[in-house]
């Protein structure tokens, strides 16, 4: 199950913990769009991401590219080796653009 | 641009020649009337008399991506891949991979024997050898972090470790998920302790792998296609097993105990 916390700021950051699989599409989507709210970006922390499978990846990947063609896009950042390799490994770089993650 | 959806068929085909044979058989798909019988036992003998993979492009007039069709020879039997695209390429310009490409390292994954295609009978051993240490039915994705949880736990006591753990219960997601979205919904994964592996078994009885679903246009909060899913279960497993057909899908993971 993911857990999300939201800290809101110039620059709102939800904080993800738990697993991102089949289940989180509603989690993730409902914290991003209330952390979106009169925001120009949102920050996505995965520094608690315990597990991801391509579920998860396609609905962040799917997320990404909506809320870049909203005008609101996103970033990720504490991307543990896990989750960068399934990432790298599905090329999501590629598909949602280098700018989405902070080194 | 072609509708993969709506047009013809992309598919895979797996066909099995054993030595001394005049045809033929299917293992995933059917016979169909018009196949070169002839033609694929010629080739398939060749394959296996030089010990060589072989893979052939069969081009189409309306088709820059050829279809293909590959031999790979495997002991006393020959697999015979049959890769066509009906004129299909790529798809929609989504973050889809190439469906094309999904098949292609399908085929590469059977040919490096990372990946064996099962008929009845190898299903029936493989899912029997060794013995059962864990099973669960799975109807819901609760119930597969149930089962991840207990694999892991699993490896862990055998000495695996962190990133390999964590690398083969992200395949046995995979795999279940398939089971949920495209398997009918619910099946079995059982892990079985072997000699020199452990193995986990994910059976459904779902309609079939069906290739097409795997390119379906993404849906606003879905998932991703399958694709993905089984390039991760090639990358990460050191064996794959498949059996798919209109009365379910095995899949048989392992992971190796002794090197």
New interface residues.
Partial sequence: MLQTTIAQGPAPTVFLAGEMDLDCADTLREAVAEAARGAQMVVLDFAGVEFIDSSGTGIFVRLCLDMKSQGTPLLARNLSPAVRGVFEMLRVPELVGEDVFQS | MVDAAAGSPVSLQVYRYTQGDSVVRPVIGEIEDDLPQEELVAHASEALTSGTFMCFAVSQADDFVADELCFVPQDDHCDILSIRTNGWQRHHGD?R?SLVEILNNLAAAVACGKLRVLDADQVAAETAAGEQVLHFDIRQ??E??TA?EAVDDVLREAGFDD?TR?RT??CI??AV?NM??HGGGHGGMTLRRLEDRLRVVVADHGPGLNFLNWIEP?K???????G??F??IL?YLDAVGLSTGPSGTTLLLDRMTTT
């Fill in positions: 973050h991979r994705s609760a597969l972090t991840r990133a964590k219960t992200l997601s995979e998920t949920l979205l993404p606003a909060k879905g998932p991703a296609s399958m993905y899913g390039k991760i990358d």
